[in-house]
């Protein structure tokens, strides 16, 4: 009876182990890939900046950088003249994107009716000074994984677009759909943007080593009855 209480108490010192480092192995990933975000964040500050394009705090939806024309508007029917919910995006009056299924905050002026879907901004790269026109779309608001289209306008009037989800962006990429649908995403790992990120670190932190400290109570438990077994 003392050997098999002896085995049981061994057993459970070992799942508490394993429990324990399983713990602290995921604190120890989300700790430096908390810490790669923080240098990848610092470093796209340091070399990268947005410049407002906001006039008495509203962004015109109809922009005209270099020569390139964008805007973006509310779908009307042919048959009734009434909006009907979809959201339109233009490329020099051409259209690029219709994107469904989203809210519009109506009672926004400007682009800011539409940041659940789609957003303007301008790039300016410090070093040299040269400007990028930045257009970031979520093509859907409940795909999943969740998709994502950009386009980037440079001084040239040059048209870049790029296809993308959250596992395959790059790290301006990153930087660029910041802020749609009120997310922010990390190149590394979210962690530093969410909501009680840190406390869930300490939680489990806590958890782990309370595992490790409950193993190792239950090893010298174990020890103990094997002593008293013996004597």
Do not use: C
């Amino acid at each position: 009876m003392n050997f098999s209480k002896t085995k049981r108490l061994i057993y459970a010192s070992g799942l508490l182990s394993i429990i324990g480092l399983i713990l602290l192995s995921i604190v120890l990933y989300f700790l430096v890939q908390s810490v790669r975000e923080t240098f990848y964040q610092n470093t796209f500050e340091k070399d990268y900046e947005y410049s407002s394009l906001k006039e008495d705090g509203v962004v015109d939806p109809v922009q005209v950088f270099h020569g390139v024309k964008l805007n973006t508007f509310l779908e009307e029917d042919e048959e009734s003249g009434k909006k009907s919910g979809n959201i339109l995006f233009e490329v020099k009056d051409e259209p690029e994107a219709k994107l469904k299924g989203f809210h519009v905050d109506s009672g926004r002026e400007g682009m800011g009716a539409f940041d659940e879907a789609i957003q303007y901004k301008v790039m300016v790269e410090k070093e040299t000074g040269k400007e990028s026109f930045i257009i970031a779309l979520k093509k859907t608001p409940d795909s999943e994984p969740a998709k994502y289209k950009t386009f980037s306008i440079n001084e040239n009037g040059v048209i870049k677009a790029s296809e993308f989800t959250l596992g395959t962006k790059d790290e301006l990429e990153t930087q660029w759909i910041k802020g749609l649908s009120d997310e922010t995403h990390g190149y590394y790992t979210d962690l530093p943007y969410q909501k009680g990120g840190t406390i869930s670190l300490v939680t489990l932190t806590f958890l782990g080593i309370l595992s490790l400290t409950g193993a190792r109570w239950l090893r010298r438990r174990s020890a103990a009855v094997e002593a008293g077994e013996a004597a």
